[in-house]
């Protein structure tokens, strides 16, 4: 199965700094790179998405920087708190596709220190 | 709005018991989806249903995984035999998206956590 590339497995953040996760894909057909947050006894909740028409989108404290050319994307958390501290899927799909199914990466742990 | 519900929550058999998980999406929503997560990696797709018809099962272990989804409502996963290597979080979500329509949110329930001794 196509994979979605995710870095760092796990990241230690202090309070307010900034949190940075990356992902690479390998497949161009994919245009929808959503964001998840999943924490512990909980399904994933969508954050973010972005599709490569842009290169960037922020809501509020998050941000996804796209850049198509090296088929790379990242989530970006501002002023991260101890309340951000979860795992964070990124994932690629189809967008408008029949399908609509996403191909997870395998997660960032992120814990932020007060 | 109420979520996707999941049960059970957590199950523990051995190998070659058989088992089986319910899921109730949230309501109008057509498209339903189930996913499995291992320990420290992200959600697969075992198996895509929209309405009660299959849409993608190719990575479901059709040797042992099972899946229905009666009257395009409610879904239930089962697995016979279970294999030690099945033990995960097993995940169901849903989105309101009909064929040939824009990808929509999916949502997902909290899981079912499943331990093969």
């Known amino acids: 199965q196509q994979q979605v590339k995710q870095s760092p497995q796990s990241l230690i953040v202090q309070k307010g700094g900034i949190s940075i996760i990356n992902c690479a894909y390998e497949?161009?057909?994919?245009?929808?790179f959503p964001w998840y947050q999943q924490f512990p006894g909980k399904g994933p909740a969508l954050l973010i998405a972005i599709r490569p028409d842009v290169s960037e989108k922020k809501e509020g404290r998050f941000t996804i920087s796209f850049n198509k050319s090296a088929k790379q994307f990242s989530l970006h958390i501002m002023d991260s708190q101890p309340g951000d501290s979860a795992t964070y899927f990124c994932?690629?799909?189809?967008?408008?596709?029949?399908?609509?199914?996403?191909?997870f990466g395998k997660g960032t742990k992120l814990s932020v220190k007060p | 709005e109420a979520g996707v519900a999941q049960s059970p929550r957590y199950k523990i058999i051995e190998k070659r018991q058989s088992v089986a998980f319910w899921c109730n999406p949230i309501?109008?929503?057509?498209?339903l989806y189930w996913y499995q997560q291992i320990l420290g990696q992200g959600p697969k797709l075992l198996i895509q249903?929209?309405?009660?018809?299959?849409?993608?099962d190719s990575q479901l272990p059709k040797d042992r995984f099972s899946a229905e989804r009666l009257k395009g409502v409610d879904s239930t996963l089962k697995i016979q035999p279970a294999k030690l290597e099945d033990s995960a979080v097993y995940l169901c979500a849903s989105s309101p998206r009909t064929s040939g329509l824009s990808t929509d949110t999916q949502y997902f329930g909290p899981g079912t956590r499943l331990t093969v001794l």
């Open positions: 994932a690629e799909g189809n967008y408008g596709g029949s399908q609509g199914n996403l191909i």
């Open positions: 497949n161009t057909a994919f245009d929808y």
């Open positions: 249903f929209q309405n009660n018809g299959v849409v993608d």
């Open positions: 309501s109008g929503h057509a498209t």
